[in-house]
């Protein structure tokens, strides 16, 4: 096993404010909630931050494995994609909110694909570079831990929620369509917009949740959505396709979320980022100007044409992002300016205008194409996707500003991994096929106060101690790593890549046997092992936590990690075959 130790010294480049409290929201009238805290424990005050620390010898052992059965496949096999020193932070989150700028809320650790975004297409992502020494161009993320050595109380964050208007945020179907053919340009008109009352129709419901986390009718909101949206979005592929188009599903665009965004503004101490020079915000992505949505409809003649030239120009924003990451530090303030925005410009020029050229043979050429080509860092303030008829947050959230990559509420210095193990494994009962490629999962849940905590996972412990995980941050013996221990779904429904909900496609094997449910095949079950060194003081004043969403405000339980499997068919193949042959590989 080769494991990378690059980064691995502590960094806490300079005190903030905190990033850590436990969530603690008063019962009373004003901010009457459902919600998760305490590590999931359906407490309703964590009096002090320290409740959500606990030593790990004081965690009972709890990881039970099923012993392997005959035809079990015990192998396992290895990837080394270093610990995160190219620096890819992002708040997207390409799994869970496609499309969504700046969707987590707070800032994930990437390694391995370098150009993905939250709007990469699967060509993007099969184009990247990786930090993947055997080529592997998966992405693999999780939220970055940091350590704040002030303290929060919890009035604050219940002043947050009192004046926050929570809001449905979904991905724009529109944005993500392929040229859509002449003859459906009318009837897909017609369906977005009534995408849009629909999520307009949600955020109406969400207004009787002023001030309040309710995790019932969260679920019922977004749940009648998603149903809603799954048939609408369906009629546009259909009605695309029928019309002589090509266009996949589009289920990754299906799944809505209620969004807390505007308590992370809300924050005292947010004001300060509002002198954050922008240019210090590092790991920056390109914003260009969307394209797909200002296009008429498309002659039937030149739908290919049209549709290679709007992939080539997602291909150029990918490979200007990809660029972002493995050029930091290059150059002078003009550096981005001259050697990555400039020549984006001209070749999106260059493209523009042939697609402009292969409608106009056809039909009216469209005009002023040529004014989307300027692109920029994306580095302004951002708002939710959302109607412009829905409610809408009294603040924006801003991007990740300054040497911490400092959002409203998630302050402080990142630490970074002293190790990432990454590792697929076996099936106790039965082999495992490979997985699909570009297979989304994620494990977890980022959100057990506001969605409930059927999905979220304990995840935490120390080195020396894997036979227990914990939902609280752990206080680890002398010389004992933290580690955050990420299993995620090893049963694939043999048929999808994504669902509707990003879970339904892929499930957990029984805990107790290691079966898959009926109707899934085992796939190469991935674990992510990241381990930091922090210093025992500052486990023990309760001083290191997550990133998170606003209304989780650190809380351990809300621990995730996501995935997407771009390995060749070549190399998932080999990755299951090593495991079914009981090796061990790398």
């Given at each position: ?12 480049t ?35 931050s ?15 494995n ?12 290895t ?18 909110q ?21 709007n ?10 990786t ?27 219940q ?147 049209v ?6 120009l ?7 992002n ?11 303030p ?81 630490v ?114 990241v ?10 004043k ?6 998170s ?32 042959k ?5």
């Open positions: 096993m080769n494991r990378r130790k690059n980064g691995t010294a502590l960094v806490q300079r005190p903030a404010r905190l990033a850590m409290a436990a969530l603690v929201l008063a019962a009373t009238g004003a901010l009457t909630a459902t919600f998760v805290s305490g590590g999931g424990k359906d407490t309703a005050d964590a009096a002090t320290l409740d959500q620390f606990v030593p790990i010898e004081n965690v009972p052992p709890n990881v039970r099923p012993r392997p059965a005959a035809g079990a496949s015990t192998g396992r096999f990837v080394d994609c270093g610990t995160n020193g190219n620096g890819k932070f992002s708040p997207d989150n390409p799994v869970a496609p499309g969504i700028r700046n969707g987590a809320e707070h800032v994930h650790d990437f390694v391995g694909n370098l150009a993905i975004t939250a990469s297409s699967d060509a993007d992502l099969d184009a990247s570079g930090t993947c020494r055997n080529g592997d161009k998966s992405s693999y993320f999780w939220p970055v831990v940091r350590i704040d050595k002030t303290v929060r109380s919890g009035k604050q964050v002043q947050a929620l009192a004046q926050t208007q929570p809001m449905v945020v979904c991905p724009s179907v529109a944005k993500r369509l392929r040229a859509v053919p002449t003859g459906a340009r009318g009837t897909v008109d017609r369906l977005l917009a009534e995408l849009d009352r629909q999520q307009a129709a949600a955020n109406q419901r969400m207004t009787a949740s002023r001030g309040r986390i309710d995790a019932a009718f969260n679920r019922e909101v977004i749940d009648s959505l998603r149903a809603r949206r799954a048939a609408m979005i369906k009629q546009i592929s259909t009605t695309i396709t029928t019309a002589g188009g090509n266009q996949p599903g589009l289920v990754s665009l299906v799944d809505c979320d209620v969004s807390y965004d505007d308590m992370h503004a809300r924050m005292p101490g947010s004001a300060h980022r509002a002198s954050v020079k922008a240019a210090q915000a590092a790991n920056p992505r390109i914003q260009c100007p969307a394209v797909r949505d200002r296009l008429p409809g498309v002659p039937g003649r030149a739908l290919a044409e549709n290679r030239n709007l992939d080539e997602d291909r150029q924003v990918s490979e200007a990809e660029r972002l990451v493995i050029s930091r530090g290059q150059g002078g003009a550096f981005v300016d001259n050697a990555i925005l400039g020549p984006l410009r001209a070749k999106r020029v260059a493209v523009l205008d042939r697609i402009a050229s292969a409608i106009g043979r056809q039909a009216p050429r469209p005009q002023g194409l040529e004014a989307l080509a300027g692109c920029t860092l994306d580095q302004a303030p951002s708002t939710p996707a959302a109607p412009s008829n829905a409610p809408t947050s009294a603040a924006a959230l801003p991007d990740p500003q300054g040497p911490n990559l400092e959002l409203p509420g998630n302050t402080g210095g990142i970074r991994p002293a190790q990432v193990l990454i590792e697929y494994r076996g099936n106790p009962v039965s082999t495992v096929v490979p997985m699909p490629k570009f297979l989304r999962a994620l494990t977890g849940d980022a959100k057990p106060t506001s969605r409930g905590p059927a999905n979220a996972r304990a995840t935490w412990t120390c080195s020396g101690f894997t036979d227990r995980l914990s939902d609280k941050y752990p206080i680890c013996p002398a010389g004992s790593q933290v580690q955050r221990v990420h299993d995620f779904p090893g049963c694939w429904d043999g048929r999808n890549v994504d669902s509707d909900n990003h879970r339904n496609h892929v499930a957990f094997a029984d805990k107790a046997t290691g079966a898959c449910p009926q109707g899934f095949r085992a796939i190469p079950q991935l674990r992510i092992t381990a930091y060194d922090i210093a025992r003081d500052v486990q023990v309760g001083q290191y936590a997550l990133d969403f606003p209304e989780e405000n650190h809380n351990p339980f809300s621990d995730h990690n996501d995935f997407v499997n771009v390995n060749s068919a070549q190399t998932m193949q080999r990755i299951a075959t090593c495991i079914n009981g090796k061990n590989c790398s």
